[in-house]
């Protein structure tokens, strides 16, 4: 929560700042007794206009459960998705499941690690919303961008 006390004296409005939580946050509220107290969390800073990201879905222990309880506005697939998507029908089956869930639950889907033209083409094809990898620009430091 300091985040929150930082992002309260900038003059950036809270609309502009995400909260991404990665697997071993979500893990730890799935399977600790404090469930309830994570999704009060949750939806407080969702209250106060901050958004929720859940990132690497896809990746390790990370479920549909967390999806569905935390109701994040964005749901982060991991770069596995984003790795010879063109031609495995089997993640593009996968990746049409979650854009369904996320019409449903007002979410945008973002693929990681899309390097390849034929991916981002299959991405597009699909209705992927945001995308994120070297091929559509490499990471910079703040103080570059312009």
């Not at 107290?37 to 929720?52: C, F, N, P, R, T």
């Not at 390849?116 to 699909?126: G, I």
Request: charged share 25%.
């Amino acid at each position: 929560m300091k985040l929150c006390y930082v992002a309260s004296f900038s003059k950036i409005p809270n609309c502009f700042f995400v909260w991404q939580l990665k697997k071993t946050d979500c893990m730890t509220w799935i399977f600790a007794p404090f469930i309830m107290l994570w999704l009060k969390v949750v939806h407080l800073l969702k209250d106060k206009g901050y958004a929720i990201a859940i990132d690497d879905f896809g990746k390790g222990e990370s479920s549909l459960q967390t999806v569905i309880e935390l109701e994040p506005d964005f749901v982060k697939l991991d770069r596995y998705y984003a790795v010879k998507l063109s031609a495995s029908i089997k993640k593009q089956n996968e990746i049409q499941m979650l854009l369904k869930l996320c019409q449903q639950k007002n979410m945008k889907l973002i693929l990681e690690g899309i390097e390849e033209p034929t991916d981002l083409a299959m991405a597009k094809l699909l209705g992927v919303h945001l995308g994120q990898g070297y091929l559509l620009g490499e990471p910079l430091p703040i103080s570059e961008i312009h």
